[in-house]
């Protein structure tokens, strides 16, 4: 079974950084995609970035040149690095990976920025 565990989600003042880290287990996690999506209340999700097994990325315009996507295959373990971080970048988010036709999701960390 493929678990997602998100952590690293806490209250930050804009203009700062956070690093989230999401790790895997019950999947070969070096050929999967992964992604990191985020909710905000009463907003639709939103996909934040995106990273290949081959390491090619693709990130939310409103993300670009602030948040870096990246993956540690040795640890099974995905990251985003958040930096210049803006009152509406609050929300919950989560890793998340498409496996044998399947979505799986990571349970969710809180990301709040004040301003």
């Known amino acids: 079974q493929v678990r997602l565990v998100d952590s690293g989600g806490g209250l930050v003042q804009a203009g700062g950084s956070l690093r989230l880290s999401c790790a895997a287990s019950?999947?070969?996690?070096?050929?999967?995609?992964m992604a990191w999506s985020r909710q905000a209340p009463g907003r639709e999700r939103e996909l934040v970035a995106q990273?290949?097994?081959?390491?090619?990325?693709n990130y939310a315009d409103s993300v670009k040149g602030r948040f870096t996507i990246s993956r540690d295959n040795a640890r099974n373990t995905l990251y985003l690095e958040m930096n210049s971080l803006r009152p509406e970048d609050t929300a919950v988010y989560s890793c998340?990976?498409?496996?044998?036709?399947?979505?799986?999701w990571g349970q969710g960390t809180q990301v709040t920025v004040s301003s």
């Open positions: 019950g999947l070969n996690f070096k050929i999967a995609t």
């Open positions: 998340n990976t498409t496996w044998k036709s399947r979505t799986f």
């Open positions: 990273i290949t097994s081959s390491g090619a990325t």
